[in-house]
Nanobody, 125 residues
Framework: QVYLVESGGGAVPAGGSLRLSCAAS????????MGWFRQAPGKEREFVAG????????RYTDSVRGRFTISRDNAKNSVYLQMNSLKPEDTAVYYC??????????????????WGQGTQVTVSS
């Protein structure tokens, strides 16, 4: 089991930036793909960005590509999400998640078995 704690959420105007952080503890972190997901009120949780264990591959949902950047520092057991040019439709609770299996690169909700508590991001128009 890996334990995840997100931080860095907040309220910003449209066009602003935020950097989310996720600190991991527990089982080995370095062998697992990590992802960021979000859930807006009344909507299902959706995949936002993912990164493989060695950072060789990143994946983004279309609506954030070019504006968000995912990264990780395995020495610090941390994952980050840099969010630029934020839009009101980015408003949601953002969750950090760890893949269920090592060395796998699938990105659905069901593929991730450990989740943080979430951090709120609010973008005003």
């Amino acid at each position: 089991q890996v334990y995840l704690v997100e931080s860095g959420g907040g309220a910003v105007p449209a066009g602003g930036s935020l950097r989310l952080s996720c600190a991991a503890s527990g089982r080995t972190f370095t062998n697992y793909a990590m992802g960021w997901f979000r859930q807006a009120p009344g909507k299902e949780r959706e995949f936002v960005a993912g990164i493989t264990w060695g950072s060789a591959t990143t994946r983004y949902t279309d609506s954030v590509r070019g504006r968000f950047t995912i990264s990780r520092d395995n020495a610090k057991n941390s994952v980050y999400l840099q969010m630029n040019s934020l839009k009101p439709e980015d408003t949601a609770v953002y969750y950090c998640a760890a893949h269920r299996l090592p060395y796998k690169t699938t990105w659905s909700n069901a593929d991730f078995g450990s989740w943080g508590q979430g951090t709120q991001v609010t973008v005003s128009s």
